[in-house]
């Protein structure tokens, strides 16, 4: 493990409720790619509300924590320290397989290019070895 939650929180600003990323396993030699890890447990706020009598983790919810995900290798970077990055958008997102408690997500953050202050990357969360979400999502770092 390279990152616990309290190192986390070090980096990015989100706390719970909010705080979806458990921990980060890697961050590439390039500093292009970061594997993190969210555990899904039945205690968590949203299952309360959504579908109660049959827990499933909201897909805006798995979106956010590779996003979180995403923040940290951004916002762990020298340049970037101290900033915050701010959600610019998200294309081709795709829901493969339903996360439930007890599910271990674990979530590839690839930054493919940057363009004028925004960082795009390509998203991947999976459980066990079962693609559950891939996607595109995009950033702005500012102050």
């Given at each position: 493990?390279?990152?616990?939650?309290?190192?986390?929180?070090?980096?990015?600003?989100?706390?719970?409720?909010?705080?979806?990323?458990?921990c980060i396993e890697s961050i590439s030699e390039d500093g292009k790619?970061?594997?993190?890890?969210k555990c899904v447990t039945v205690n968590e706020m949203q299952f309360?509300?959504?579908?109660?009598?049959?827990?499933?983790?909201?897909?805006?919810?798995?979106?956010?924590?590779?996003?979180?995900?995403?923040?940290?290798?951004?916002?762990?970077?020298?340049?970037?320290?101290?900033?915050?990055?701010?959600?610019?958008?998200?294309?081709?997102?795709?829901?493969?397989?339903?996360?439930?408690?007890?599910?271990?997500?674990?979530?590839?953050?690839?930054?493919?290019?940057?363009?004028?202050?925004?960082?795009?990357?390509?998203?991947?969360?999976?459980?066990?070895?079962?693609?559950?979400?891939?996607?595109?999502?995009?950033?702005?770092?500012?102050?």
């Open positions: 493990m390279l990152y616990n939650s309290n190192d986390i929180q070090k980096i990015i600003p989100h706390r719970y409720p909010f705080l979806l990323v458990d790619t970061i594997v993190g890890r309360l509300g959504h579908f109660p009598e049959k827990h499933v983790m909201p897909g805006v919810l798995i979106i956010e924590a590779l996003a979180q995900t995403g923040c940290v290798l951004l916002l762990s970077k020298e340049e970037n320290k101290g900033k915050i990055a701010f959600f610019a958008g998200i294309n081709k997102a795709r829901f493969r397989k339903q996360v439930i408690p007890g599910d271990v997500l674990t979530m590839t953050v690839t930054l493919t290019k940057e363009k004028g202050g925004i960082y795009f990357a390509s998203i991947q969360a999976k459980v066990e070895d079962e693609i559950a979400v891939t996607g595109e999502i995009m950033c702005a770092v500012g102050e």
